[in-house]
């Protein structure tokens, strides 16, 4: 059993009444026990939840200050056999000032409470009147009385071993400030920020604070758990929602309804591990810790749990996309989709303008990445104001080449209006078979490879005769697994699909079938999006079909670009990989389906880094590259033992 870096946090918005502490701390405990079930870690409260936000001129009366303190420790009693740190927002008066504070407690223990630093006092809010800022005195290892008990107070972390987290406290206008309190204590070592806040509800208002929630996480690259003061607060003159949200890295996990009749509590699973792996890579974060990061201190509290959270597939309830490169959200595919498709064509139109290219030159196979690769080239000559006859597609017929295939490619040059040349190969490769002693029935790679190598010579060599660029086709799954040929397909010009997925390639045809190309193309398209991928290098079936499926070869491309994702994006454990396809594929992979082709990913990968050492220039669209340039630096003879090691566990 493992918890692989995911700790689950809460955010609780209690039903409450206005002054009345010990009604309040009922409610807050029944749901301190309710996240206990659910095995929740972190749980925040609103702002002063204790008493109520809206008890104005109340929380100068000596008497309710008093009796907010002892429903403090009421609470940490009532709740003293959960393992559940709660967050809870309560008036503190310390040195002849009140503070608007968090109070951080567990297991019947009051571990810490941390002032409100930036009070409004604008508009509806005049805070100012009651509270002082956090500000107003040295809290470095200060620590304050409560009923004798000596708690510390101030800038505080909440750092528990196990689970792994760092917590921070921030209370709502925090979050508003120029630079928010959460921001030095990220660069201190927070991954986990709470916000306990009272935010009123007003037009609009809830749009622009979800964006704040998600920014500041992404910002700190933390997860951000907030929790709003509801419906039951005094309506003087303000209305307040309940909004909880929880936020990772610029991520929205879970948002609760607002206006709520009863108490809400929500609650997600966060990955400090993927926080740390993008914190580690991220130089930007490290130069601010070491800069910015030393102009404020923290005292640091222990926090223990001894209850072990595990996870696995009963309690396992985070989102995991099974095609994490492609957004869910149809307009939002379509929106990536254009931007992907803008990027390829800028990219490409910068490198004819500044060679001096005339011509674009290209395979044409009536497969999908090569098929993207012309609508790409097409729509930079359209931008750059280009004769589409200028752009040579040349189709190669080989050994294995389907006439589906090749009817699709010419159909597809003919409707786009660009130049078709069609070149047989199978006399030059057959040739070759007899200068290098080749048994042309023996259909093994070099069989394969001698067709691949052909076709790009010929390719580089009508570049030279057209004053042209060859257009490379090949994406980045096959880079990621060596699926090329070297000095084949490999090698091109400008590779203008590199940083683009074999999941998303397909998405891309789609697009420009649906939003950009004309009836005769879109019947076209439509066609080749039906077609298996193949690299149609072994002779065709007795019925003319297709025989080399590429994907009963090597694997499900949907496995790889997964694998792919969390391998490079987040530098993410095999075990752990394994674990989220697990859930991303259940019901579709078998456990044993998914480690075999998770074992071949990581075999391939390694073993192929000499190709992609030495590739064209091409554009990078997304956060997952692998240019030897622009992203991925590997030594070629890296050794894959270890990563294998740990499927065996």
Same mark, same amino acid.
């Given at each position: 059993m493992h918890d692989f870096g995911f700790v689950r946090v809460g955010a609780a918005s209690p039903k409450i009444k206005v002054a009345d502490p010990a009604f309040n701390v009922r409610e807050i405990a029944r749901l301190i026990q309710e996240a206990e079930e659910k095995e929740i870690a972190v749980l925040v409260f609103p702002e002063l939840a204790l008493t109520g936000y809206t008890c104005g001129d109340l929380f100068l009366q000596e008497s309710f200050r008093r009796e907010a303190v002892e429903q403090l420790f009421r609470l940490a009693e009532e709740t003293k056999d959960t393992d559940v740190l709660a967050v809870v927002g309560v008036p503190l008066a310390v040195e002849q000032r009140l503070y608007n504070c968090a109070a951080v407690l567990q297991r019947g223990q009051i571990l810490g409470v941390v002032p409100k630093m930036y009070i409004p006092n604008q508009r509806e809010f005049y805070e100012k009147r009651w509270f002082s800022s956090g500000y107003a005195i040295s809290c470095e290892k200060s620590e304050i009385d409560l009923n004798g008990r000596k708690v510390p107070f101030g800038r505080l972390l909440f750092h528990s071993p196990a689970p792994a987290y760092t917590l921070t406290v921030e209370i709502c206008e925090d979050l508003w400030a120029v630079i928010p309190p959460s921001s030095y204590a990220a660069l201190k070592g927070a991954n986990i920020i709470a916000n306990l806040s009272a935010s009123n509800e007003v037009v609009a208002k809830s749009e622009y604070r979800q964006q704040l929630v998600l920014q500041q996480s992404a910002r700190c690259i933390a997860a951000y758990v907030y929790a709003?003061?509801?419906?039951?607060?005094?309506? #003087?003159?303000?209305?307040?929602?309940?909004?909880?949200?929880?936020?990772?890295?610029?991520? &929205?996990?879970?948002?609760? $309804?607002?206006?709520?009749? !009863?108490? =809400? &509590?929500? =609650?997600?699973? +966060?990955?400090? /591990?993927?926080?740390?792996?993008?914190? &580690? +890579?991220?130089?930007?974060?490290?130069?601010?810790?070491?800069? *910015?990061?030393?102009?404020?201190?923290?005292?640091?509290?222990?926090? #223990?749990?001894?209850?072990?959270?595990? +996870?696995?597939? #009963?309690?396992?309830?985070? $989102?995991?996309?099974? /095609?994490?490169f492609i957004p869910a959200d149809p307009a939002l595919r379509d929106k990536r989709c254009e931007e992907i498709f803008h990027i390829q064509v800028a990219g490409l139109a910068r490198r004819l303008e500044h060679t001096g290219s005339r011509r674009a030159v290209l395979g044409l196979s009536g497969g999908l990445d090569s098929t993207l690769a012309l609508l790409a080239t097409v729509r930079t000559f359209d931008v750059l104001e280009r004769d589409r006859r200028e752009i040579l597609a040349v189709t190669m017929p080989g050994f294995g080449t389907t006439g589906e295939t090749y009817t699709n490619a010419v159909r597809l040059a003919r409707t786009l209006g660009v130049t078709l040349q069609e070149i047989d190969i199978r006399p030059a490769c057959r040739q070759h078979f007899a200068d290098i002693g080749h048994d042309p029935d023996l259909y093994d790679v070099t069989f394969e490879n001698v067709q691949a190598r052909e076709r790009t010579q010929i390719l580089m060599d009508l570049a030279n005769k057209h004053n042209g660029l060859v257009i490379g086709t090949g994406d980045l799954s096959e880079l990621a697994l060596?699926?090329?040929?070297?000095?084949?397909? /490999?090698?091109? /010009?400008?590779?203008?699909?590199?940083?683009? $997925?074999?999941?998303?390639?397909?998405? @891309?045809?789609?697009?420009?079938?649906?939003?950009?190309? *004309?009836?005769?193309?879109? !019947?076209?398209?439509?066609?080749?999006?039906?077609?298996?991928?193949?690299? !149609?290098?072994?002779?065709?079936?007795?019925?003319?079909?297709?025989?080399?499926?590429?994907?009963?070869?090597?694997?499900?491309?949907?496995?790889?670009?997964?694998? @792919?994702?969390?391998?490079?994006?987040?530098?993410?454990?095999?075990?752990?990989?394994?674990? @989220?396809?697990?859930?991303?594929?259940?019901?579709?992979?078998?456990?044993?389906?998914?480690?075999?082709?998770?074992?071949?990913?990581?075999?391939?990968?390694?073993?192929?880094?000499?190709?992609? =050492?030495?590739?064209?220039?091409?554009?990078? +669209?997304? =956060?997952?590259?692998?240019? $030897?340039?622009?992203?991925?630096?590997?030594?070629?003879?890296?050794?894959?033992?270890?990563?294998?090691?740990? &499927?065996?566990?």
């Open positions: 709003a003061a509801g419906v039951f607060e005094s309506t #003087t003159d303000t209305v307040f929602g309940g909004e909880c949200l929880i936020a990772e890295n610029g991520y &929205l996990l879970a948002a609760s $309804p607002r206006f709520r009749r !009863e108490s =809400s &509590l929500i =609650s997600a699973l +966060v990955d400090v /591990h993927l926080l740390e792996g993008d914190r &580690l +890579v991220n130089k930007t974060f490290a130069d601010a810790a070491d800069r *910015e990061g030393r102009e404020i201190s923290y005292r640091t509290v222990t926090v #223990t749990h001894r209850r072990r959270y595990t +996870v696995d597939a #009963t309690n396992f309830d985070r $989102p995991v996309s099974s /095609h994490p060596g699926w090329v040929t070297y000095s084949g397909d /490999h090698i091109s /010009h400008y590779a203008i699909n590199c940083g683009i $997925p074999k999941t998303l390639v397909r998405y @891309l045809v789609q697009w420009v079938a649906d939003h950009v190309a *004309e009836p005769p193309v879109r !019947e076209v398209l439509t066609r080749i999006l039906a077609t298996p991928i193949s690299p !149609e290098l072994l002779p065709p079936g007795e019925a003319g079909e297709i025989s080399q499926k590429t994907e009963e070869i090597i694997g499900p491309y949907e496995l790889h670009d997964f694998f @792919l994702y969390y391998f490079l994006r987040y530098g993410m454990a095999p075990a752990k990989v394994a674990f @989220l396809a697990e859930r991303a594929f259940a019901g579709r992979y078998p456990s044993s389906e998914i480690k075999k082709w998770l074992r071949v990913f990581y075999r391939r990968f390694f073993s192929q880094q000499f190709k992609r =050492s030495c590739l064209p220039d091409g554009p990078k +669209v997304g =956060s997952v590259c692998l240019s $030897p340039r622009a992203d991925w630096r590997m030594p070629s003879d890296a050794e894959v033992a270890a990563w294998l090691a740990e &499927l065996e566990e």
